[in-house]
């Protein structure tokens, strides 16, 4: 009898941030109940951070040169990139050997696109390469045509960039716009290109229907793949709700929130979330505490603990009948939940299209990287949201936020919104359905990687 073939094996190895981890273990997930074997590659102070890690697949450990702390332990930014590159290249490259020799044998690394790096190893080992951008395609072809410099930065006059529509300065990732203020950041970002002519495949976190004419002009740049939305099937998938998911491993506050939730109205709560990393100084706080209390709205509003003292004082007593602040939610699930009616966001790449994949429509407020190029897509291009105008400071008007969630919740506007919110949750949910555009990429990828390993 002929031997079984062994699955293929890939390493899937995200930059260590939520942002870039949540959408990378999700494919990961995808790809295993395809029949592919996946383990995850991270550094041990990330693997200790995030709780996400005990339930899913097996995980390796490398080391960024600091494994007792994260990058704000290095005494710079370039500090932390040099270092992470020398010390992640000879960790990976021993990880490798290791899992090579032990019966393991790596076929495929998948890895986040701003660790260009990795490229040099996988060629070492005449390993498959597929790189993993976390962002929207039209904010991965700014960044190409930076990296190529077809965009002269800092972006002053309106830009055109092939497959978007016009765009103004405002409406440019952060460090475009102002790469002063952030000098390590548009170096990694536009180095993403540097190599992309050797990598074998190119998998970008977005949909076909989504981005269309974007992902086409890539298309004939480089192999590239749209593979998302990368967020939890089960609930894209209709197969269970939050509120009968009794598996779904919560966090004691994330009880609570569901709780708060299955107490609402359908369709009657506000949600507001600033992701993983956004920094709100004490201005923008108020301005977004006085927007959400004045909308006289239920809210659900996720404060990170290292956020906290910035909130009004008086806020949490004043507003404690009609709404709740905790530090961390499991957001897939309140998002999915039918209680929302609106998504407060600052327009991170996960948080826009898992809002868009449940159909919530958005109130986006901007405050750094990408989700300018975000925001500028939900309200004009994709028109399932309003912006609240941000000036180049950051600096926006509570007042403004109040008149955007009650447009959206109870506003003319807000008719057109919901109806356009429904389309592209249906778009979202058909490309991950079996046949569907980004499922059939991803089984393209598979059936190459089945190939190798036959
Ligand atoms: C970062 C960047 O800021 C973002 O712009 C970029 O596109 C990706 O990397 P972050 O700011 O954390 O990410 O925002 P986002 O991309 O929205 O990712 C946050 C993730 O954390 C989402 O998957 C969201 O579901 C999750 N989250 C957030 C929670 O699970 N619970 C929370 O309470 C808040």
Same mark, same amino acid.
């Given at each position: 009898m002929e031997p079984k073939p062994r699955p293929p094996h890939c390493l899937v190895f995200p930059y260590t941030m939520q942002g870039h981890i949540n959408p990378m273990q999700n494919f990961s997930k995808n790809l295993v109940s395809k029949g592919i074997k996946v383990t995850f590659v991270t550094t041990k102070f990330c693997l200790n951070s995030f709780q996400q890690f005990s339930d899913s697949m097996p995980v390796e450990i490398i080391s960024d040169g600091f494994d007792d702390g994260d990058y704000a332990s290095a005494e710079s930014q370039e500090a932390y990139w040099s270092k992470f590159k020398r010390a992640g290249s000879e960790t990976l490259t021993k990880l490798i050997e290791k899992l090579n020799s032990t019966g393991f044998t790596v076929d495929c690394i998948i890895y986040d696109a701003l660790m260009s790096w990795v490229l040099d190893v996988v060629k070492s080992f005449k390993l498959v390469a597929a790189v993993f951008f976390t962002q929207s395609c039209a904010v991965d072809n700014i960044y190409y045509h930076v990296g190529k410099g077809l965009i002269e930065v800092p972006v002053e006059n309106r830009v055109s960039v092939p497959g978007l529509p016009v765009l103004e300065p405002l409406d440019m990732p952060s460090f475009v716009q102002n790469p002063g203020a952030y000098p390590v950041a548009l170096d990694v970002t536009a180095d993403q290109f540097s190599d992309i002519d050797k990598v074998d495949w190119v998998?970008?976190?977005?949909?076909?229907?989504? $981005?269309?004419?974007?992902?086409?002009?890539? &298309?004939?740049?480089?192999?590239?793949?749209?593979?998302?939305?990368?967020?939890?099937?089960?609930?894209?998938?209709?197969?269970?709700?939050?509120?009968? !998911?009794? !598996?779904?491993?919560?966090?004691?506050?994330?009880? &609570?929130?569901?709780? =708060?939730?299955?107490?609402?109205? !359908?369709?009657?709560?506000?949600? %507001? &979330?600033?992701?993983?990393?956004?920094?709100? !100084?004490?201005?923008?706080?108020?301005?977004?505490?006085?927007?959400?209390?004045?909308?006289?709205?239920?809210?659900? =509003?996720? +404060?990170?603990?290292?956020?906290?003292?910035?909130?009004?004082?008086?806020?949490?007593? $004043?507003?404690?009948?009609?709404?709740? +602040? +905790?530090?961390?939610?499991?957001? %897939? $699930? %309140?998002?999915?939940?039918?209680?929302?009616?609106c998504f407060v966001t600052h327009c991170g790449w996960n948080s826009t299209l898992e809002a868009l994949s449940f159909g919530v429509p958005m109130v986006a407020i901007p405050v750094w990287s990408d989700q300018y190029t975000n925001a500028k897509f939900v309200a004009d291009v994709w028109k399932m949201g309003l912006k609240v105008d941000v000036d180049e400071k950051g600096a926006f008007k509570g007042e403004m936020v109040q008149h955007c969630i009650r447009q959206v919740m109870d506003g003319e506007k807000g008719k057109e919104i919901e109806t356009n919110s429904r389309r592209w949750m249906e778009m979202a949910r058909e490309a991950v359905k079996e046949g569907g555009s980004s499922d059939s990429s991803i089984n393209e990828f598979v059936a190459s990687l089945n190939q190798l390993s036959n």
């Open positions: 998998l970008c976190n977005t949909f076909y229907e989504l $981005e269309e004419e974007v992902i086409q002009w890539m &298309s004939k740049q480089m192999r590239f793949r749209a593979i998302g939305p990368a967020i939890p099937l089960k609930y894209l998938h209709n197969e269970i709700t939050p509120e009968d !998911d009794t !598996d779904n491993g919560f966090k004691p506050e994330t009880d &609570s929130c569901m709780n =708060w939730l299955n107490k609402q109205q !359908d369709h009657s709560m506000v949600y %507001v &979330s600033f992701g993983s990393l956004a920094e709100l !100084d004490a201005g923008q706080m108020q301005e977004l505490a006085s927007g959400i209390k004045e909308s006289k709205k239920p809210f659900l =509003w996720v +404060v990170r603990a290292s956020e906290e003292a910035k909130l009004p004082k008086g806020f949490l007593e $004043e507003t404690s009948a009609k709404g709740m +602040v +905790v530090p961390w939610c499991s957001q %897939v $699930e %309140v998002l999915a939940h039918k209680a929302l009616g």
